[in-house]
């Protein structure tokens, strides 16, 4: 599947932010793909930050958990993360991922399709 993202941006601390991820699958298939957003600053590795699955059930790491939230609108085969309270530490460049599976995995290296990333700057 071909992911799109948007949303990039700039905002101060503690502001927000959403971002969005359009599949290009057919409708009926969407809703059985495990979607993800990852980040990646500079000179790090790509990092989980949240994710959800065909169950609908999310998933967040512990430094967004309670500040961003993943929700899937499977009739617009669109992800969205909601990112409130930003931190300068938020910022990186933002992935979506995509794996046809019933199962789900914060494993970057699990998810077959990717989308184009797109940056968050969070200004101090």
Same mark, same amino acid.
């Given at each position: 599947?071909?992911? &799109? +993202?948007? !949303?990039? =941006?700039?905002?101060?601390?503690? $502001?927000?932010? /959403?971002?969005?991820?359009?599949?290009?699958?057919?409708?009926?298939?969407?809703?059985?793909?495990?979607?993800?957003?990852?980040? &990646? +600053?500079? !000179?790090? =590795?790509?990092?989980?930050?949240? $994710?959800?699955? /065909?169950?609908?059930?999310?998933?967040?790491?512990?430094?967004?958990?309670?500040?961003?939230?993943?929700?899937?609108?499977?009739?617009?085969?669109?992800?969205?993360?909601?990112?409130?309270?930003?931190?300068?530490?938020?910022?990186?460049?933002?992935?979506?991922?995509?794996?046809?599976?019933?199962?789900?995995?914060?494993?970057?290296?699990?998810?077959?399709?990717?989308?184009?990333?797109?940056?968050?700057?969070?200004?101090?």
């Amino acid at each position: 599947v071909q992911l &799109q +993202a948007s !949303g990039e =941006g700039l905002v101060q601390t503690g $502001g927000s932010l /959403r971002l969005s991820c359009a599949a290009s699958e057919r409708t009926e298939l969407y809703s059985n793909y495990a979607i993800s957003w990852f980040r &990646q +600053a500079p !000179g790090m =590795g790509r990092e989980f930050v949240a $994710g959800t699955h /065909r169950g609908r059930r999310t998933y967040y790491s512990d430094s967004v958990k309670d500040r961003f939230t993943i929700s899937r609108d499977n009739a617009k085969k669109t992800v969205y993360l909601q990112m409130n309270s930003l931190k300068p530490e938020d910022a990186a460049v933002y992935y979506c991922a995509a794996e046809y599976s019933s199962a789900w995995s914060r494993d970057a290296g699990w998810y077959t399709d990717w989308g184009q990333g797109t940056q968050v700057t969070v200004s101090s």
